[in-house]
């Protein structure tokens, strides 16, 4: 989760990103979603060679390279 939302651009904002996120998931899901960003993070969206090509989030992210 950090990772993706400091290469999305929205480290400085990171509390208003985790609140939209809550109000689209319902609570039993965020375990199962925090996973899923992590494993994003690790295949897609990787610091230092970003795959941004294959992103489904392109479109919203701050930082398309």
């Known amino acids: 989760g950090f990772g993706v939302i400091k290469l999305t651009g929205n480290l400085v904002v990171k509390d208003v990103f985790v609140d939209?996120?809550?109000k689209?998931?319902?609570?039993?899901?965020?375990?199962r979603l925090h996973h899923q960003?992590?494993?994003f993070g690790r295949d897609i969206c990787k610091s230092q060679n970003p795959?941004?090509?294959i992103?489904?989030?392109?479109?919203?992210?701050?930082?398309?390279?």
Request: hydrophobic share 30%.
């Open 51 to 53: 795959n941004c090509e």
């Open 20 to 22: 939209k996120l809550k």
């Open 37 to 39: 960003f992590i494993y």
């Open 55 to 65: 992103c489904k989030l392109k479109s919203i992210c701050g930082k398309v390279y």
């Open 24 to 31: 689209y998931f319902p609570r039993g899901k965020w375990n």
